[in-house]
């Protein structure tokens, strides 16, 4: 039977601990946790940090565990029953900034043991926030190797490439399936992301990485001219000016070499208006 919600509960403590130590938490910070579950992330971070936020799909878990911190009288975690891919990210500052701060104390730091089905959706709504300064996930081993691969490997894609525009990433540990209840039927990574603040991108620059990826095999210029109706003697034009040769797949080309392709189709594409 399928697992509802990528309902796999950690249950290994050492494994927990792990996890919490690699976010380096302080008294000071602020943590969101997307997915609380049962809670074996949440009673470890909760005493160790300023303010904890908990976003849980499961309305039976989080009354469970609203009840448990209700009980022991616990008042720096807000457990929220939400769909994290419908929150508003506003109501996640509102709950993250507490009433005798200054609005602009707002970073915080996310640890999560990610439902494995919507996992990179989940990536992909909260990397772009600027105030997030450390993020511990966890998810199967070969979705974290496709988050941290290089130019020239096969997991390199389209995530690879959106995680390494907002992210320093490292790979931690891997998780065996015996760590869980119900046993996932893969083996599962655990990652650390540090913001690397950059601005935000245009929106040209992911269209163009998407479409080149949902091409892989083709040649670059294929994937150029084929982009926002270019035509190939541009598309050539635009290469040479880059100093990339034609030829390559896409998955030769490294982030910057995107970044420079991409200033130059804005180019071309904004004269022909
Ligand atoms: N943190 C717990 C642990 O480590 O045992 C649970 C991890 S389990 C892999 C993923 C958790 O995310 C489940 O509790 C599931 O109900 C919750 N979840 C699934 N989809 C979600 C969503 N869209 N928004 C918020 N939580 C979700």
Known sequence: MRQKHGQNFLI?????????KAADLEQQDKV?????GKGILTKLI???VKHLTAVEIDETLSKQLNHFFSFHNVKNIE????????FD???????????????????FKIISNLPYNIGTAIIQKILPLKNWTTAIFMLQKEVIQRLAAQPNSKDYGYISIFTSYYADCKVLFDVSPRCFNPPPKVVSSVVKLINKLPKLPESIFFDFV???????????????????ELEKSQGTKILDSCGLDPFLRPDKLSISEFLRLTNKIKQYTICRI
């Open 210 to 228: 998407k479409h080149s990826f949902s091409m892989r095999r083709k040649t670059i210029l294929n994937c150029l001219s084929s982009f926002k």
């Open 46 to 48: 909760q005493p160790q």
């Open 32 to 36: 969101l946790e997307i997915g609380s």
């Open 89 to 107: 990210l506003r109501d996640l500052q509102s709950s993250i900034i507490t009433r005798d701060e200054a609005p602009q104390n707002t970073s």
């Open 12 to 20: 290994d403590n050492n494994i927990a601990n792990n996890i919490v």
């Open 79 to 86: 457990i929220i029953n939400i769909d994290f891919l419908k």
